[in-house]
C-alpha cells in the first residue's frame, strides 16, 4: 500500500517547503512560516504536549501521525519525531490524506 500522506511530505521536502528536528520545527512555528506540525505518534508525550501546545498558541495545524521511523524515511533521513510543513497549499493536501 503506498501512503499518499507520507508521498506528500516527500514531495514538500523536495520543493525544501519542510524543516524537520524540534529546533528547526519550533522555529517554523514560532515566526510564521509553518502552517502545518506532524509528530509521530510513537514520540514521546513531551515532545507531543509540547508542540501540541505551541501549535494551538501560534494558531498552527497540528496532527500526529506515522512512526518516526515512516517520517524520517519520507524525508530521506533516519528518525523523525517532528516535521513542519511550510507550505500552505502543501500543508493542506498532506491534511486531506491524511483524514
Not at 499518499?4 to 528536528?21: D, R
Not at 495545524?61 to 521511523?69: A, C, F, P
Not at 528518525?79 to 490524506?97: F, Q, T
Request: net charge negative.
Amino acid at each position: 500500500m503506498i501512503d499518499k500522506a507520507l508521498n506528500m511530505i516527500s514531495i514538500a521536502m523536495k520543493a525544501g517547503k519542510l524543516v524537520s528536528g524540534e529546533f528547526a520545527c519550533e522555529q517554523a512555528i514560532k515566526d510564521g512560516s509553518g502552517m502545518l506540525c506532524i509528530v509521530a505518534c510513537d514520540a514521546s508525550d513531551n515532545t507531543k504536549k509540547s508542540f501540541s501546545n505551541s501549535c494551538s498558541f501560534y494558531d498552527v495545524n497540528y496532527v500526529e501521525y506515522g512512526t518516526k521511523e515512516t517520517l524520517g524515511h519520507a524525508i530521506g533521513k533516519e528518525y523523525r519525531a517532528s516535521i513542519v510543513v511550510c507550505d500552505e497549499n502543501l500543508s493542506l493536501s498532506i491534511l486531506d490524506k491524511i483524514q
